[in-house]
Nanobody, 125 residues
Framework: QVQLVESGGGLVQAGGSLRLSCAASERTFSRYAMGWFRQAPGKEREFVAAISWSGGNTYYANSVKGRFTISRDNAKNTVYLQMNSLKPEDTAVYYC??????????????????WGQGTQVTVSS
């Protein structure tokens, strides 16, 4: 059973920055792509960013492109989401997830088999 634990959320003013971390218990973490999703109150969960197993390929939602950066440290079994120039509309619970080996798109929730419990990010105006 894989455990994913997010941290780093909090309250920040618009224009500020936060870095989220997601630590995985998976010993073979480096074999899997990882993703970040978010869910705002009253909205569906949506894709934010993803990174390939090696870190060589990254993918972003248009809404965060140029502001957020996903990265990973396979030696530490950890994936990160650096969030800059935060906006009130970035307020959400952020989840990390481990992608399986299927052919689902990186942006599709269906491709992810394990999820963390989420961390709250609140951006005040």
């Amino acid at each position: 059973q894989v455990q994913l634990v997010e941290s780093g959320g909090g309250l920040v003013q618009a224009g500020g920055s936060l870095r989220l971390s997601c630590a995985a218990s998976e010993r073979t973490f480096s074999r899997y792509a990882m993703g970040w999703f978010r869910q705002a109150p009253g909205k569906e969960r949506e894709f934010v960013a993803a990174i390939s197993w090696s870190g060589g390929n990254t993918y972003y939602a248009n809404s965060v492109k140029g502001r957020f950066t996903i990265s990973r440290d396979n030696a530490k079994n950890t994936v990160y989401l650096q969030m800059n120039s935060l906006k009130p509309e970035d307020t959400a619970v952020y989840y990390c997830a481990e992608k399986g080996f299927g052919m689902s798109a990186y942006s599709s929730e269906r491709g992810y088999g394990y999820w963390g419990q989420g961390t709250q990010v609140t951006v005040s105006s």
